[in-house]
């Protein structure tokens, strides 16, 4: 099947054996953009993050020529923060990130490269309240992916379930 558009997704879930459970089309909503000093809206939209009852909530952060993504999620419950480093990020980033989580106690939930030398993907289990939230994440976008105060920041929310378009398994 091929994509219903440019403003769509491929999304794929695997078991915890790697094979391929699902896979679909997700539409992408066009995200919020701020020309300068996007890190001051982090706390705003982690504390919207937390306000709402959705079953599914995405919140990411970028660059808006994609560089790097910091992503929250909560899923049935449960909140994950999802690192994706492109592949000419310093490995000492993501040996960072990694201590910083581990320090928290944090789960790893997946760790994979990203095929085509993509980069990597990394999902971790957290817990804590809004304010515990906004420091990690503030920590995780200025001192692992190095964003600064004053560049500019895309930023997606998403708190219902997006557009989704099933794809067969056998294509």
């Given at each position: 099947m091929q994509r219903p558009g440019p403003d769509y997704m491929m999304v794929t879930s695997q078991d915890c054996e790697g094979k391929?459970?699902?896979r679909e089309w997700v539409k992408i909503t066009e995200p919020d953009h701020y020309d300068s000093c996007g890190i001051s809206e982090v706390p705003r939209y982690i504390a919207r993050f937390f306000a709402s009852t959705s079953s599914f909530i995405g919140l990411s952060f970028f660059q808006p020529e994609g560089r790097d993504l910091a992503s929250l999620c909560k899923q049935d419950g449960g909140l994950s923060i999802i690192?994706?480093?492109g592949h000419e990020r310093d490995p000492a980033d993501e040996a960072r990130a990694r201590k910083i989580f581990e320090e928290l106690?944090?789960?790893t939930m997946h760790d994979y490269l990203v095929p085509g030398d993509q980069g990597r993907d990394?999902?971790?289990r957290v817990e804590g309240d809004?304010?515990?939230i906004t420091l990690l994440y503030r920590q995780v976008l200025m001192e692992i992916l190095h964003f600064t105060e004053d560049e500019p920041l895309d930023v997606s929310f998403r708190d219902q379930?997006?557009?989704r378009i099933a794809i067969p398994l056998s294509e």
């Open positions: 391929i459970t699902s690192l994706l480093f106690g944090a789960t990394i999902r971790w809004v304010d515990q379930d997006p557009e």
